[in-house]
């Protein structure tokens, strides 16, 4: 038996060793079969590193030759060759809007002086595909806040920007609400009368859908163009042991003592709210409300109405007036007409106007500063038919 199984050893030798030729020899039929050319491998990448290098000195060519214009250009405006007319034209840049703010604030009235004042103003800022893709704003949901560069489009005074420097009489000074009228330096404050009428501001970020940023905390009034929009960062823009004037620290002068509501508010904010509900920036009439006490939880008229609030000639219609403010009673309108001062009486007389979401919110306000608001009814507007929130 012994003997049997010794015999078999070569046998069984032969027969692996032939099989192990025999894979070895499929194997290597099988790899050259259905390996790719390498010569055809060897004429792509050379034709890539082609393509690549090409792509490099049309680039590095480009940035020369943007190189040199400039050059050529700063040199072009040191001539003096150059008229008056054509230096200016040289020296302006190409700047336009690259989208809007539909904002809760209808009017310039009533949009609060500084950003973050009123946490439940809320905006939308729509940007124009036309000018900025889609793209630009991938990533801009990872930061919480957000600088907005603008225009101050409502300016009463913008016709003078376009006359000459000696003409324009533009204001080096400018009455600050917060030292009582006083004038100061148009650049120690943020006035919006300003030589360029560029603002700026911050804005919480609530979120980013498609070309739309929605924000919060916003001093922006329906309507702003936005020239551009920059991510807030902590690290550099809040700058530790920054200090300000003593002025700009007086807010207290400009809070009220108390903001209460009339018994019949909720019903007429009920009634316009079926109106307005389906595009407001707001989920019920609930937080409208609460949008109203933090909008007038701060003091909105401007110096001279708080000094005089009766000096205003204003209809007495529920919902129409002569400006955004105000409605004086029917016998201070008979004072004025004849030339004779009204009749002295308290500020709760003053019926004040704060325009939100083309909603006409009426409200008084008494000497020592509490607000009571009356009743909201709907815009001139709405009232002409106009759906659309203005």
């Not at 700047?95 to 103003?121: D, E, H, W, Y």
């Not at 009232?383 to 203005?390: R, V």
């Amino acid at each position: 038996m012994r003997a049997d199984q010794n015999s078999l050893w070569p046998t069984l030798f032969v027969t692996c060793a032939l099989a192990s030729f025999s894979v070895a020899i499929s194997f290597h039929w099988w790899s050259r079969k259905s390996r790719p050319n390498s010569n055809g491998y060897a004429e792509k990448f050379q034709e890539l590193e082609a393509a690549l290098k090409a792509a490099v000195e049309k680039c590095s060519a480009e940035r020369q030759g943007r190189i040199r214009a400039q050059r050529a250009l700063r040199d072009a405006l040191n001539q003096p060759h150059f008229g008056e007319a054509e230096s200016k034209l040289l020296k302006a840049y190409p700047m336009a809007q690259i989208g809007v703010v539909k904002s809760c604030f209808s009017t310039r009235n009533g949009t609060p002086r500084q950003p973050l004042l009123v946490p439940l103003a809320k905006a939308s800022l729509i940007f124009d595909l036309t000018r900025v893709p889609q793209a630009s704003l991938e990533g801009l949901e990872g930061y919480s806040h957000c600088w907005i560069i603008y225009v101050f489009h409502l300016n009463t005074n913008l016709d003078k920007l376009w006359k000459k420097p000696s003409q324009s009489k533009l204001k080096a000074k400018v009455r600050v609400p917060r030292v009582k009228g006083e004038k100061i330096g148009v650049f120690a404050t943020r006035s919006p009368h300003r030589p360029c009428p560029i603002g700026l501001t911050v804005a919480k970020v609530e979120a980013v859908h498609g070309q739309t940023v929605l924000l919060s905390g916003v001093d922006l009034v329906d309507g702003t163009p936005i020239l551009d929009i920059k991510p807030y960062l902590p690290y550099c823009d809040s700058i530790p042991g920054a200090t300000v004037p003593d002025w700009v620290k007086m807010d207290d002068i400009l809070a009220v003592a108390s903001v209460s509501f009339s018994e019949d508010f909720s019903s007429s904010l009920v009634d316009c709210w079926a109106t307005v509900e389906k595009k407001s920036l707001y989920f019920s009439p609930d937080e409208f409300r609460s949008l109203i006490k933090q909008v007038l939880s701060w003091d909105i008229r401007s110096v001279a109405q708080r000094g005089h609030p009766h000096n205003a000639l204003l209809k007495t219609d529920d919902c129409s007036r002569e400006d955004d403010n105000t409605i004086v009673r029917n016998n201070d309108r008979e004072d004025l007409e004849s030339g004779h001062e009204p009749q002295s009486h308290s500020f709760h007389d003053v019926i004040y106007h704060l325009a939100l979401e083309g909603l006409d919110v009426s409200y008084r306000i008494d000497s020592i500063g509490n607000v009571l608001v009356e009743k909201v009814c709907l815009g001139s507007s709405m009232q002409n038919g106009d759906k659309n929130i203005s």
